[in-house]
């Protein structure tokens, strides 16, 4: 199975709101990172947060992280239609070949 | 800076014909991963090189897929005879020289090539 899984699997919220999304895992990890698709491009790194952080900010974007609950969540602040896109959490262990992606939440920010 | 380039960005072949993808990492990265997504799936590793070597291949099929990443050059995926199966959409990653203060697991994503195999 997956070793990163968000939910909501999709999510649809008015321009302005705040967006959550969930990411779940199941083995120890060392980092957990977000990402961003949009339709038809390549992901976009949003931000890393190691196993002994347990928030992190970047602009509109709060991560946090429980480790003793396995999983993380992503909050968008006053959310625009250009957030519009799937929101991929992927984890690793610390080796260069395990990150594990999840199957993404799909946010639409209806203007 | 240019990000990570892929090419093609579509690619259409018959059954039993060679695809070959394309992936130029970021300047000053000589890290390159290959992931595979299937519709409505996550990211699957496939291989991790850096120039000339294969550091490793235990997520590429044990047939057909090839990679490389050559002195010069892009990184090359090559999958030979495809099935539909191999259709998804293939994205290459770079990270940084491994060095103090680098973190390898932050990786930079192209845009990806769809494959499709009819």
């Known amino acids: 199975s997956q070793q990163g899984e968000e939910d909501p699997q999709a999510l649809s919220i008015q321009e302005g709101e705040n967006a959550t999304m969930n990411c779940s895992y199941k083995?120890?990890?060392?980092?957990l990172q977000w990402y961003r698709q949009n339709s038809g491009r390549g992901l976009v790194h949003l931000i890393l947060i190691r196993s002994n952080e347990r928030e992190k900010h970047s602009g509109r974007l709060r991560v946090t992280l429980d480790t003793s609950k396995k999983s993380s969540s992503l909050l968008i602040t006053a959310s625009r239609a250009a957030d519009t896109a799937s929101y991929f959490c992927?984890?690793?262990?610390?080796?260069?070949?395990?990150?594990?992606f999840g199957a993404g939440t799909r946010l639409t920010v209806k203007p | 800076n240019a990000g990570v380039m892929q090419n093609p960005r579509h690619l259409v072949r018959r059954r039993g014909q060679e695809a070959r993808l394309r992936c130029s990492p970021m300047k000053g990265h000589s890290h390159v991963y290959w992931y595979r997504q299937l519709p409505e799936e996550g990211l699957k590793f496939m291989v991790y090189l850096q120039k000339e070597n294969i550091i490793d291949e235990s997520g590429m099929p044990k047939e057909r897929f090839s990679a490389e990443f050559p002195k010069e050059g892009p990184s090359i995926l090559r999958i030979q005879q495809v099935v539909r199966g191999d259709s998804a959409a293939y994205f290459c990653a770079s990270s940084p020289t491994i060095g103090q203060g680098s973190n390898f697991n932050e990786q930079f994503f192209g845009p990806g090539t769809r494959l499709t195999v009819l």
């Open positions: 083995t120890s990890i060392n980092n």
């Open positions: 992927a984890t690793d262990s610390g080796g260069y070949n395990d990150m594990r």
